[in-house]
């Protein structure tokens, strides 16, 4: 057999024991939870997985499978349809985007599998319950807050860069929404550069920065629709030895990463997104015990700046 041929029989043999894996019941489990999650390089996504991990492995009678969609759509579809011909008792999803999950969950629920969709929506309301912030109103936060910064209601002055997340999914959707609220009811407050998709990447926003900063002689402000993607921007404007002119909001307040940068100095502020991980296995079980659930659970968020953040990060220790 030639290195490429073993590869492959190898690689066939992996995915068999994967599937097959997944296909049975661990010992003592009474139901088998299938959850399609978007990526697992981004650390909100490895919180959101670790605490869902913590929370299943505190119930012996579930099983939990985790399936990676490598950020790609086409693998997240093809995760799900995996899970349903598996009959797994329940499935979750946390989309990359909305349109292009939606057929899946739509087949998923139509096969009988009851199905959570979590921080991302989808376009359809065929799923048994929605978990996640409101990003709405996450955006309408931010927005008010960047009013402030440059002025206050009716008298803010400033010229803002914002960098969207992934355009085709909700929370980018939202969170431009509700800023956009706030923003464009002020006259004196100009987007420099608005529908630029760095798809929540720090990398990518950092390049968008760059070129912004290129552009524009004055920037005032910078919203990213996460921390990394305002951190990013913060990198580039410093390399550009602009830093100082600039305030960066971002979303997510991790401890170790949005809210560090806070207690750093980089970004300003930024809105806590809590991972639904936890919450989620809570949901699963009452819904497979037949227990009332609701169709939409949200999660809080809060601002956590230079006023908050050492209560922040002490209540997160
Ligand atoms: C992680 C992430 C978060 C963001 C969320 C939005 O993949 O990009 O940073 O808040 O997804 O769905």
Redesign the pocket.
């Given at each position: 057999m030639d290195r490429r041929s073993f590869a492959l029989a190898f690689g066939a043999g992996l995915a068999g024991l994967t599937l097959s894996g997944c296909g049975r019941k661990s010992d003592g489990a009474r139901w088998r939870l299938g959850f399609s999650q978007?990526?697992t390089t981004?650390p909100?996504?490895v919180l959101f997985n670790r605490e869902m991990r913590e929370a299943a492995a505190k119930h012996p009678e579930l099983q939990l499978v985790i399936a990676d969609g490598q950020d790609r759509t086409e693998k997240q579809v093809s995760d799900i349809e995996a899970f349903v011909r598996q009959r797994v008792d329940l499935i979750l999803v946390s989309p990359k985007e909305s349109a292009g999950l939606t057929g899946a969950v739509d087949a998923a629920a139509a096969a009988g599998i009851p199905v959570i969709v979590l921080?991302?929506g989808v376009d359809t309301d065929a799923y048994r319950q929605f978990i996640g912030s409101d990003n709405l109103k996450i955006g309408r936060m931010a927005g008010a807050y960047a009013v402030d910064l440059l002025g206050g209601k009716g008298r803010a002055q400033g010229r803002i860069v914002e960098i969207w997340?992934g355009m085709a999914?909700t929370?980018a959707q939202e969170r431009h929404k509700g800023f956009a609220e706030a923003i464009d009811a002020e006259p004196g407050v100009t987007r420099v550069v608005d529908r630029q998709d760095a798809d929540?990447k720090q990398d990518r926003a950092y390049n968008i920065m760059a070129s912004a900063l290129k552009a524009h002689p004055r920037i005032d402000l910078v919203y990213g629709h996460?921390?990394?993607m305002a951190y990013g921007a913060y990198l580039a404007a410093k390399d550009a030895g602009r830093q100082d002119e600039i305030r960066f909001i971002g979303?997510?307040g991790l401890p170790d990463e949005g809210a560090k940068w806070v207690k750093d100095g980089a970004l300003t502020a930024t809105f806590v997104?809590e991972p639904p991980g936890a919450e989620a296995i809570e949901q699963s079980l009452r819904i497979l015990k037949g227990e009332p659930a609701p169709k939409r659970i949200e999660l809080g968020t809060e601002v956590v700046d230079a006023r908050t953040v050492d209560a922040f990060l002490a209540a997160r220790a």
């Open positions: 978007v990526t981004e909100w996504r921080d991302r997340g999914s929370p929540w996460n921390d990394p979303i997510d997104y």
